[in-house]
């Protein structure tokens, strides 16, 4: 048996913050991955450039049954700090769109500086531990893996989401979770690609590979970011960020060319005596390619003159209001987060800890928080397991 202050399992993002931070005040850490190589996740994220944080995170960019439960964590560690560990370990980062932070060279540094910061304080990652169970003792809890066992005063719980499963993730936090009679709020995958039905499929095929700034609303809320058409469906970050938000059966609103209004465009047009075909006067505002996809679906492209105000309003319904509903998601296999999760009702907002189980925490994806796109997730990752560390 092997005794240490802290055992955390998942050597991710917020296991790694965690143990770095508990290390730093002196405790004595061990982290337990299942994978063979630690943070895959921070390696694979932003197209191997890492968008680790957002410079306007706030609370507001986070889905929770609690939206307050994150504000303490962010306040305790916020983006600042961990841009200030990021410029200290002389990593070169840029802005590259709406506060979006990506390493200039590679993921890996991230991973590299996570992975030091565990080091200089004697913490061990041991991978390739498969977790076997979990026990409360009176004083603590045991760790059984099949590379021996652990006995520890506080257990952290880093495993993260059910998103992308052939990278190591699993529902391991989840039945812990329930183990300790901790209620998990239903998960489903989030910011993910779209699925719709066949006839969509056949009528917009076609325009897989075509991207446009769009603006995707649903329930209230909306995102103003890249659309793209795939050959499943829609994807891109606006339809990524409504698919967090998006109940099963309804539709989004799609506006392909938010800058202009269609309809009085082309009626002050029309007034004009502009005599051009449709299609030819709006391809200068939106991708030529999906004007004639959505002509050619409306089965007509008469001169701008001979076209009533009603097929105007037609078209212009398509392009500014396109109504669409998807069938499905890609699911785990593409998401980058997992929706739901531990319920934030259970932990202390300020130190992550159980509240019924002294010593039992949870922190990143594996929690009912959920960022948007744009390095919000891995903030809560930073900030929760800061948080953790500064407690355990
Ligand atoms: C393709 C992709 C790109 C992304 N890009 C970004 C981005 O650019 N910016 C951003 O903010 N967010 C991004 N995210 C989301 C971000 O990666 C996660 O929110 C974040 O990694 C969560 O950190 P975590 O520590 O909670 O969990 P994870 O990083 O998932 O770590 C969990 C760890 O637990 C281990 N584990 C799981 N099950 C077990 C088990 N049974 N036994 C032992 N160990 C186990 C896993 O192997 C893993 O190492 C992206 C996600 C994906 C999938």
Same mark, same amino acid.
């Given at each position: 048996?092997?005794?240490?202050?802290?055992?955390i399992?998942?050597?991710?993002?917020?296991g790694?913050m965690c143990g770095?931070?508990?290390?730093?005040?002196?405790?004595?850490?061990?982290?337990?991955?299942?994978?063979?190589?630690?943070?895959?996740?921070?390696?694979?994220?932003?197209?191997?450039?890492?968008?680790?944080?957002?410079?306007?995170?706030?609370?507001?960019?986070?889905?929770?049954?609690?939206?307050?439960?994150? +504000?303490?964590?962010?306040?305790?560690?916020?983006?600042?700090?961990?841009?200030?560990?990021? !410029?200290?370990?002389?990593?070169?980062?840029?802005?590259?769109?709406?506060?979006?932070?990506?390493?200039?060279?590679?993921?890996?540094?991230?991973?590299?500086?996570?992975?030091?910061?565990?080091?200089?304080?004697?913490?061990?990652?041991?991978?390739?531990?498969?977790?076997?169970?979990?026990?409360?003792?009176?004083?603590?809890?045991?760790?059984?893996?099949?590379?021996?066992?652990?006995?520890?005063?506080?257990?952290v719980? /880093?495993?993260?989401?059910? /998103?992308?499963?052939?990278?190591?993730?699993?529902?391991?936090?989840?039945?812990?979770?329930?183990?300790?009679?901790?209620?998990?709020?239903?998960?489903?995958?989030?910011?993910?690609?779209?699925?719709?039905?066949?006839?969509?499929?056949?009528?917009?095929?076609?325009?897989?590979?075509?991207?446009?700034?769009?603006?995707? /609303?649903?329930?209230?809320?909306?995102?103003?970011?890249?659309?793209?058409?795939?050959?499943?469906?829609?994807?891109?970050?606006?339809?990524?960020?409504?698919?967090?938000?998006?109940?099963?059966?309804?539709?989004?609103?799609?506006?392909?060319?938010?800058?202009?209004?269609?309809?009085?465009?082309?009626?002050? !047009?029309?007034? +004009?005596?502009?005599?051009?075909?449709?299609?030819?006067?709006?391809?200068?505002?939106?991708?030529?390619?999906?004007?004639?996809?959505?002509? +050619?679906?409306?089965?007509?492209?008469?001169?701008?003159?001979?076209?009533?105000?009603?097929?105007?309003?037609?078209?212009?319904?398509?392009?500014?209001?396109?109504?669409?509903?998807?069938?499905?998601?890609?699911?785990?296999?593409?998401?980058?987060?997992?929706?739901?999760?531990?319920?934030?009702?259970?932990?202390?907002?300020?130190?992550? !800890?159980?509240?019924?189980?002294?010593?039992?925490?949870?922190?990143? !994806?594996?929690?009912?928080?959920?960022?948007?796109?744009?390095?919000?997730?891995?903030?809560?990752?930073?900030? /929760?397991g800061?948080?953790a560390g500064?407690?355990?």
């Amino acid at each position: 048996m092997i005794n240490v202050d802290v055992v955390i399992i998942g050597a991710g993002g917020s296991g790694l913050m965690c143990g770095a931070t508990a290390g730093n005040l002196g405790r004595n850490v061990v982290i337990i991955d299942h994978a063979k190589k630690i943070g895959e996740k921070i390696r694979i994220s932003g197209g191997g450039k890492c968008n680790f944080t957002n410079i306007y995170a706030s609370p507001e960019n986070y889905i929770s049954q609690n939206p307050h439960f994150i +504000k303490s964590a962010l306040t305790q560690y916020s983006q600042w700090d961990f841009i200030k560990m990021v !410029e200290k370990n002389n990593i070169e980062y840029y802005e590259k769109t709406l506060g979006q932070l990506f390493c200039k060279n590679s993921s890996q540094q991230i991973i590299d500086m996570l992975v030091k910061n565990c080091q200089d304080n004697s913490v061990k990652i041991n991978m390739q531990t498969n977790i076997i169970s979990v026990e409360k003792t009176s004083n603590g809890f045991i760790v059984n893996t099949d590379k021996g066992q652990y006995s520890c005063k506080s257990l952290v719980i /880093s495993c993260g989401g059910l /998103s992308i499963p052939k990278i190591g993730a699993t529902g391991l936090g989840y039945k812990i979770a329930k183990q300790f009679d901790i209620p998990v709020i239903p998960t489903s995958p989030a910011l993910v690609p779209l699925t719709f039905n066949p006839e969509f499929l056949s009528a917009y095929k076609q325009l897989s590979g075509v991207s446009l700034n769009a603006t995707v /609303s649903t329930h209230n809320i909306s995102f103003k970011e890249g659309l793209l058409f795939t050959h499943r469906g829609l994807s891109g970050p606006s339809i990524l960020q409504i698919s967090s938000y998006l109940k099963s059966g309804t539709h989004i609103n799609i506006n392909l060319c938010p800058t202009i209004n269609i309809e009085e465009f082309l009626l002050s !047009e029309k007034q +004009k005596g502009n005599n051009k075909k449709i299609s030819s006067i709006i391809k200068n505002h939106m991708p030529q390619k999906l004007t004639e996809v959505i002509i +050619k679906n409306l089965e007509f492209n008469s001169k701008l003159t001979e076209t009533s105000n009603k097929d105007i309003n037609l078209v212009a319904t398509h392009i500014n209001n396109w109504k669409v509903t998807p069938t499905d998601s890609e699911g785990y296999r593409t998401a980058e987060v997992t929706l739901g999760g531990v319920d934030t009702n259970y932990l202390s907002s300020k130190t992550m !800890e159980t509240k019924t189980i002294k010593g039992l925490y949870f922190i990143g !994806e594996v929690v009912d928080v959920t960022g948007w796109l744009g390095g919000y997730n891995f903030q809560w990752a930073w900030s /929760s397991g800061f948080v953790a560390g500064l407690n355990t």
